[in-house]
């Protein structure tokens, strides 16, 4: 079944929820509405929130509301990146909103962070509504210290179009329209990427490779390479002038996680998941009858890969049904995404690469979660679904409850429920084929959710020890100096050194011929020390799916209350009704022992069954 027939072409967003289209005149009288309704709220409240905070929250949500309609153009331009009509469309929109928010609402958190306490705990007392928002509140209160002037931080705003997000903004648009060239053929990047997994072939896969890393080397390279100045640069700015300790100390604050269990996640990925990672792609290098892999290999398929490819209807029908078999409730919501046509899947030239998921919370309450991907029916692309349905289920179940001050979850559990999604289906999908005694595409499917751990727990841990390295860190992760530009050179380095430090040096495991430029295509770079988050929500959630068994009915309904509190908790509060401290570093080290390290020892032996082992 070849990607064209996998049934993807039905499923395209309808966005007209929001708007007819990019020339619907109501997206400029809703911006004319917002900019009246932000100079209302300014006149009413400013210098007036301690007798008036209750009224201007609810204002705050009403406007927030509106204003999450004009998510419609970044779906848009995420369908077609280079479309010179949204692009401008995009541009001339945060322009006008940077604007009027810089003038109007910045003194609505510097007002509000500066309230006295005794002010604030009386108000909890007496207003319902202030009430209902104290987490709100106290979180944006976290950031008190943090804050500029309200002149400086309204031209801040006003300038943010202009700044280090441009150049981001740019980058997809030039990877979008990079082109390898195959066979004769010219390859999107998206579909490049898709060979070196796909392909049987060890020396197609490694002429792949040389012609991705050349790419990368050339002039999006450079361009890469500026984009990371711009933003290690402005980051130091930020700490500087908003005194943060460090440069991942505001993304922390906003994960609402303190600095020891971060640093105690990447301490127990380097000692015990980096180790289990190597013991597994020896094994695959045994399987594929290689002593050492090249980079090129390390997403290869097995030989007992099973690669019929799975058509769009089926993948939706087997993520359906793992998800109902633990909750209806988040098997509703996803139903009723189908049926609002709330998913864009074919992998059409021009679309953006990769998958998420875009929540908001619309006029009238009403939640609205689009997900976003590129299938081309693997087995993967079926697990990536369920991720993103994931998400989608979080931000509905706290759209509903938290409305749009409250329901989003900080970075690092807002993958909670994706990776729960990944693992409810893939126990679905294992137990199914127990019961029929593959042993082959039992192996088939173990290997495929450990490559898709790994890359998620190791490969991300990795990504953000490069990013520690290029912002400043010295390389035994312990203190933090001045960045420096860095060129195409050392950054190739630096990348190189930290992939040794979690897959091995060279000939241990792999060999990295043609691996050096791959720094330059990872986009979530652009949003600094984003990437842990991938790691933290992972294990958060392999600990979580533990205690499944351990809980029985009781787990359902706590699990959804979890979903439910959106960011109203911070991790340490949402894992205590389960028993769980993530400022412990066994916390981390018991995650990784029953995903990563159950899954690698239930490899072994299974392999050891085919007569496949390592010394």
Known sequence: MSKDNLGTESYRWDLSVF????DDPQIDKDLEILTERYRKFNETYKN???????????????IDMLAAKLNYIGLQQSLNVADPVVKAKSADVDRKLSDIYGEYMTFFDLEMVALDQAILDQLYETDPTVKKFKPYIEYSRVFKNHYLSEPVESALTKRSPFGPGSWSEFFDEFEADLEIEYKGEKKTFEEALNILTESKDPEERAAMLKQVDQVMAGPFGKYSAQTLYMKTGSTALEVKDRKYSHPMASRNKSNRIPDEAVEVLHKAVTEVAAPLSQRYYRLKAAHLGMKTLKWSDRNALLPFHDDTKISFDKALEIVLTAYRSFSSTLAGIVETMIEHRRLDVPPVKGKRSGAFCSSVVLPGRKTASFVFMNYFGSRHDVMTLAHELGHAVHFTLAGEAQGPLMYSAPMAYAETASVFGEATTFNFLKQQLIEQGDKKALLALISGTIEDTINTVVRQISFSNFERRIHGMDPSYTTWSEPKKHSIEELDKIWLEVTREFYGNDGDVFTYENAEHLWAYISHFHSPFYVYAYAFGQLLSHSLYAQKDKFGDQFEPLYL??????????????????GLDPTNEQFWIDGINVGLGKLVAEMEELSAEMGISVK
């Open 48 to 62: 007036k929130l301690a007798e008036k905070l209750g009224p201007a929250l609810l204002d705050v949500e009403e």
């Open 561 to 578: 209350d979890l979903l439910r509190a959106g960011g109203t908790k911070d991790a340490i509060e949402l894992l205590k009704p389960f």
């Open 19 to 22: 708007y007819s289209g990019i």
